[in-house]
């Protein structure tokens, strides 16, 4: 399996805040990668290196096959990015927009009106292609920004963190069109905080945390580190929690004192969770609660990390 980027060793501080330390990626050629985690865990930074516009403090990475320090020249006319906010000029219409990228990448006027068209169809905006981009939904200027990306055919599309603040409807669309890029052979690098969009999209998933990945694997791979199923037990008070969770010991996949909640693994049978709450309350009082339920990445991240990948704090740093 050809590789479209790797990473060894990643280290960026930013001032005292060490935003990387020492990550490692490495991305097959035409597949969807997703890099998953929280709001300052790093993965905004991490594109910024690949894409070669921040320079790591320590260690390396090749990105199309090509070194992003000696050969950053060389990398950016094989990649695109496209970042957090859509970066369109709301004053021109959808297609002038895509003919002056086309015209910036050397294009002759023909060839960029014949491109321009052949994007607008292809993210269905043909019929808004002749308006103003200032009178797009949110959603259509992610899928012009994500166009413009597009027009010199890159190797690699990098999409940080591309549906946030988008409507559902909105999201829906943009996944068909990342779905559709891989299946043309384009390496997709993700970033993302939602877990159904890495799980839905990507074909190898990279959980990171502090600055470093934490695990990774297809999702199924990673849902199995932490079983299947879950038996999330509601106990009745504090005392009762901290008395289940000892005689649970390592079994218990997920703790939150907070809520009263435990969870163990299961194979989901009806035998086994009657054999479970059976050994955790002969009385029939310490469990107030229970629910089985399929295993998430939000049960990964959260076995793993000992939070959830989702946070909502006010970043310091923008990483």
Do not use: C
């Amino acid at each position: 399996m050809e590789t479209a980027i790797e990473a060894v060793g990643l280290e960026k501080s930013y001032g005292k805040v060490k935003v990387l330390s020492g990550l490692d990626l490495r991305v097959t050629r035409g597949s969807v990668f997703a890099l998953l985690g929280p709001n300052g865990a790093g993965k905004t930074t991490t594109v910024r290196i690949l894409t070669t516009l921040t320079r790591a403090d320590a260690g390396h990475a090749r990105v199309a096959g090509l070194d992003i320090v000696r050969d950053r020249h060389k990398v950016r006319r094989r990649i695109a990015l496209t970042g957090q906010h859509a970066a369109v000029d709301e004053l021109q219409t959808g297609e002038e927009n895509l003919r002056m990228v086309a015209r910036l990448s050397g294009m002759s006027g023909k060839n960029a009106r014949r491109r321009a068209a052949e994007l607008l169809e292809s993210f269905d905006l043909t019929d808004a292609g002749r308006r103003h981009a200032g009178t797009y939904s949110g959603g259509m200027r992610r899928r012009l920004d994500l166009a413009a990306s597009l027009v010199a055919d890159p190797a690699v599309i990098f999409l940080d963190e591309p549906t946030n603040g988008l409507d559902p409807r909105s999201r829906q669309a943009l996944w068909e069109v990342i779905t559709g890029l891989a299946g043309s052979g384009v390496t997709v690098f993700l970033t993302t905080q939602y877990l159904e969009e890495a799980d839905r999209l990507a074909g190898h998933i990279a959980l990171v945390d502090g600055g470093r990945v934490v695990a990774e694997g297809t999702a199924a791979e990673l849902k199995r580190r932490v079983a299947d199923q879950h038996l999330d037990l509601v106990l009745a008070d504090r005392a009762t929690y901290e008395d289940v969770a000892e005689i649970l010991g390592g079994r218990a996949v997920t703790h939150d004192p907070a809520a009263l909640t435990l969870g163990v693994a299961t194979d989901g049978s009806a035998a086994h969770v009657r054999a479970l709450l059976d050994e955790i309350d002969p009385g029939r009082r310490a469990v107030r609660t229970f629910a089985v339920h399929t295993a998430t990445l939000d049960d990964v991240f959260l076995t793993l990390t000992g939070h959830r990948a989702a946070r909502t704090e006010t970043e310091t740093v923008d990483v």
